[in-house]
């Protein structure tokens, strides 16, 4: 472990130079040689999904499992969006003179060395990996075991492109030891590795930022809300609720309770339990809920349950302010969105939801590097320090002061 460390901590010396050219240049490469291996990438991805189905997966796990020849493309098209992105390294933030004389320039810089630690998206490892390489920062990569075969062929090929290229293959590498021996290994080696960054289930998070020396940005849980306000528009508010849990119930962006103001619970609710009928969606809600739909009970457990699947929780609430207060206490910090009409209530629930992405009329699905404009994300943070919400390039990049003197001494 601390071999390969030292050999990434000196390859972050050379790519943090690197001239914007030749980094788009090569992250282009990187794109083409994906689409020319695709039929390797799905034989090793058919290990996987096979495997997968052999140890008891559910379908949401592996659809976030599965490349095909359109994900592929997806992937290609995700590098050559991040390779057209303006250059993060080397933008002067802020500058001045001093009362000494001295020019100040405060200077974007990579962080370093970067472990990420994910799971089940085989995609993570070319979107990560390019946009460590598009910030100057080399990335060590660590997939869940349920996408080992994906995850190793995909790094094979970015590998290949360095090496081409006359760069080291540990800029961009897979952790050679994924045993959870091996993770906490690296995130105590804070002599060779800058950040942490763990997006994946709760355990993991709780884990990483309870034993880690390196500093962590945590990628945590997306317990989302939509809560439907009095003054929404309730077809459109519909066809955006369903959206937001529908479209792709297993990713973290997602809504995962939806919140029904009582003023309109019974015009509203029999609506949306149509819609939510037609996409199959198992729905749990409240005493309330039950009194006008038929549906099983929700817990608290229920309210504090990131499901990623096609299962629901609602709840009728009191207004507003009851509504900011159940996602205050079982809210995750991740994405929240309100419906309505109404300016005052949309500008008082923007202000008064402490998350890190919060809608007015939105579905939260939009909380995505590639939504954003950001080329993809390394994942959602729900950290509010350093970085929050959809992780990008500029987020990879910290900074340093740069001094400029004539001969100048304090006194």
Request: proline residues 0%.
């Given at each position: 472990m601390e071999d390969f460390l030292k050999k990434a901590k000196a390859?972050?010396?050379?790519?943090?130079?690197?001239?914007s050219a030749e980094k788009k240049r090569i992250l282009s490469e990187m794109a083409d040689a994906l689409i020319a291996q695709s039929d390797q990438i799905m034989?090793?991805?058919n290990k996987d999904m096979q495997a997968g189905r052999e140890n008891g997966l559910d379908s949401a796990l592996l659809d976030r499992l599965l490349l095909d020849e359109e994900r592929i493309a997806g992937m290609a098209q995700s590098l050559r969006e991040i390779a057209g992105l303006k250059e993060p390294v080397g933008r002067v933030l802020e500058g001045w003179m001093s009362e000494d004389n001295l020019r100040i320039e405060k200077v974007s810089v990579p962080i370093g060395v970067i472990g990420v630690i994910y799971e089940s998206r085989p995609n993570v490892t070319s979107d990560v990996g390019a946009l460590c390489f598009k910030s100057g920062n080399v990335a060590i990569l660590k997939g869940g075991k349920e996408a080992e075969n994906s995850n190793q062929v995909i790094?094979?090929?970015?590998?290949g492109v360095l090496e081409q290229n006359g760069l080291p293959k540990e800029i961009i590498s897979l952790l050679p030891d994924s045993s959870r021996e091996g993770v906490s290994a690296?995130?105590?080696?804070?002599?060779y590795v800058d950040l942490i960054v763990p997006r994946g289930g709760e355990g993991l998070i709780r884990y990483i930022s309870q034993n880690s020396s390196v500093p962590v940005v945590k990628h945590d849980k997306g317990l989302c809300h939509t809560y439907i306000h009095q003054d929404a528009n309730l077809e459109q508010a519909v066809a955006i609720a369903v959206n937001a849990k529908c479209q792709r119930p297993g990713v973290c962006n997602a809504m995962e309770t939806l919140l029904v103001d009582q003023a309109i619970a019974q015009e509203a609710l029999p609506e949306l339990y149509a819609a939510f009928n037609a996409e199959e969606t198992e729905l749990r809600g409240d005493p309330e809920v039950q009194e006008i739909i038929e549906v099983e009970l929700a817990t608290i457990e229920d309210f504090d349950a990131e499901y990623l699947a096609n299962i629901l929780s609602i709840k009728v609430v009191e207004g507003l302010s009851e509504a900011i207060d159940h996602i205050s206490t079982f809210g995750s910090g991740h994405s929240e969105a309100i419906l309505t009409e109404n300016y005052t209530a949309a500008e008082t629930f923007l202000d008064r939801v402490d998350a890190a992405c919060v809608y007015v009329n939105a579905s939260t699905r939009f909380t995505d590097g590639g939504a954003f404009g950001f080329g993809a994300e390394?994942?959602?943070?729900?950290?509010k320090l350093h970085a929050r919400g959809p992780m990008g390039i500029n987020e990879l990049t910290t900074y340093k002061f740069k001094i400029y003197g004539h001969g100048e001494v304090r006194v």
């Open positions: 390859s972050a010396q050379i790519i943090a130079t690197m001239q034989i090793e991805n790094a094979k090929i970015l590998q690296l995130i105590k080696m804070d002599k390394v994942g959602i943070s729900t950290n």
